[in-house]
């Protein structure tokens, strides 16, 4: 694959789905398991929490940076709340990963999926990761025994919207099992690097497979 990347842009891989289905830990494995592919990393204006660390779990910026970055069009997506902190997701890096041909996983829910769609739409493949089923992502946030019964059940609210919103998604991959839910997404990522349609420099590649 190492000689195709040269040819080719890599492809922002948006994964959403609701808290409890197994997202972070399929993202962690595909990130250990396949090569030329990065997390992209957020810009956040909320405090640093306990255990996180600077440039790996966000960037950690004040509100008068955000406010540069959203005027500057330095962000792909952003949430800008009057409430709450404000997230992004800076290009610079992203973009630089993609020239290269390197891959790039972004963590997003759907109005972040619906920017990315605006200003990339050729450039983005969207996985959507469900439970088998509400009761059973209920069961499994209830063994995880982090959460207040009534953050579960704000969280079960949101669930019920991911689902539905997952029909607007490029691909629907259910955790049933991790090795499963892993190996189904790891195909989706192979097969989006040999699409021709990803090869930005085509006419060079077949000349270069005609003459070698």
């Not at 694959?1 to 890599?10: A, T």
């Not at 910026?61 to 997701?89: N, R």
């Amino acid at each position: 694959m190492e000689h195709l990347n040269r040819y080719r842009k890599g492809t922002m891989f948006i994964f959403s789905g609701p808290s409890g289905c197994g997202k972070s830990s399929i993202i962690k494995r595909v990130l250990a398991e396949v090569d030329d592919i990065n997390l992209s990393v957020s810009v956040t204006t909320r405090a640093m929490r306990e255990g996180e660390q600077e440039g790996v779990d966000y960037y950690f910026i004040d509100e008068a940076k955000f406010k540069e970055l959203v005027k500057d069009e330095a962000l792909y997506e952003y949430v800008d709340s009057d409430f709450g902190p404000k997230y992004g997701t800076p290009k610079e890096a992203v973009n630089k990963w993609l020239d290269e041909g390197k891959d790039v996983i972004l963590d997003l829910d759907y109005p972040g999926v619906l920017q990315l769609k605006a200003c990339a739409v050729d450039r983005i493949k969207t996985i959507s990761i469900l439970p088998p089923s509400l009761k059973i992502l209920r069961e499994r946030l209830i063994n995880r025994k982090t959460d207040s019964m009534e953050t579960i059940e704000r969280r079960m609210s949101m669930a019920e919207k991911r689902v539905k919103e997952s029909t607007f998604y490029d691909y629907i991959v259910v955790n049933d099992d991790l090795d499963t839910a892993v190996s189904e997404v790891k195909s989706i990522i192979l097969a989006a690097r040999v699409e021709t349609k990803k090869l930005y420099q085509w006419d060079e590649f077949v000349k270069k497979i005609v003459e070698d």
